[in-house]
């Protein structure tokens, strides 16, 4: 399994961006995905997560993010508006194996195949 993020960089708050992750040898129809966060210096955690059936997403970032998935390429996304200088992180998307349970999918724990990362500065 190969996820490989693209789309990041700096823009003004306010502005947008839109993350890909291309999916290799996983079915993002029906696995359970997510994008996780890190500033620097801080722990990694959950933005948006994505099952067969089921998205959830952090209360930081909900009305302002939207997660989708393009299954005919296994593409995973995550459009960005109204960008603030708090969402300034690195990004990666995140891959687990087995069902959709919210408290795994919350957790960096339970997500087996990861991305490198794409760095989002917002000023």
């Known amino acids: 399994v190969q996820l490989v993020e693209s789309g990041g960089g700096s823009v003004q708050a306010g502005g947008s961006l839109r993350l890909s992750c291309a999916a290799s040898?996983?079915?993002?129809?029906?696995?359970?995905l997510a994008w996780f966060r890190q500033p620097r210096g801080e722990e990694r955690e959950v933005v948006a997560a994505?099952?067969?059936?089921?998205?959830w997403y952090a209360r930081s970032v909900t009305g302002r993010f939207t997660l989708s998935k393009d299954n005919a390429i296994n593409y995973l996304y995550l459009q960005m508006n109204n960008l603030k200088p708090e969402d300034t992180a690195m990004y990666y998307c995140?891959?687990?194996?087995?069902?959709?349970?919210?408290?795994?999918?919350?957790?960096?724990?339970?997500?087996?195949?990861w991305g490198q990362g794409t760095q989002v500065t917002v000023s």
């Open positions: 040898n996983y079915n993002v129809r029906s696995g359970c």
């Open positions: 995140a891959a687990k194996l087995g069902s959709w349970y919210l408290k795994e999918a919350l957790s960096p724990l339970w997500y087996k195949y």
């Open positions: 994505v099952g067969p059936s089921n998205t």
